[in-house]
């Protein structure tokens, strides 16, 4: 946990959940949340697309066809990856005068950010392994007029994709 914080104080993520990544010209900042439901309108199967990246070692040398097959669904998901990439955190392609991200250095940043928010459910853990709301609640030691008081539910606001340049 404490390796968390340094790395969130080191990254200038003190105390606050916002993704700050490099787009090729400027730093960039953006809700994480709002970022992970765009990328997941835009591609569905992210996750999946992920794990097609990698050509599993299976002990033994693949058949060609198979091998082919692989290599094929990899330049698909490294593609579609890029574009979502592109997309969704506003990425401009390297141009002749150097500004832009190449075409890793944009897969770089999706990568980042599931890193980024593999911390955030890492420092969340002990919260998210108390018990919920469930099942009913044991009998309230309370009684009186203060165990019939409830606190109404409400409505959180939607935050927009939009992603904010850096100051």
């Known amino acids: 946990m404490q390796f968390v914080r340094w790395l969130k104080r ?27 439901r765009a990328i997941k309108a835009d591609c569905p199967d992210w996750k999946v697309a992920i794990t097609l990246l990698d050509i599993p070692d299976v ?3 693949l058949p060609p066809e ?6 094929e669904e990899q330049e698909k998901a490294f593609s579609r990856l890029v574009a979502v990439a592109r997309k969704v955190f506003e990425l401009k392609p390297l141009d002749e005068g150097g500004h832009g991200l190449t075409e890793s250095a944009s897969l770089n940043v999706l990568a980042d950010f599931v890193a980024f928010t593999g911390l955030l459910i890492e420092e969340a853990a002990p919260f998210l392994k ?10 309230s030691p ?5 165990a019939d008081s409830t606190s109404a539910g409400s409505t959180l ?11």
């Open 10 to 36: 080191s990254l200038g993520f003190a105390g606050r959940d916002i993704f700050k990544y490099w787009d090729g010209t400027r730093y960039r900042y953006g809700d994480p949340v709002a970022i992970e």
């Open 59 to 61: 002990g033994m040398p």
């Open 66 to 71: 198979v091998l082919a097959k692989c290599i």
């Open 130 to 139: 108390s018990p919920g709301l469930s099942g009913p609640s044991p009998a």
């Open 142 to 146: 309370i009684t009186g007029p203060s």
């Open 157 to 167: 606001p939607v935050a927009s994709p939009k992603l904010s340049p850096a100051p």
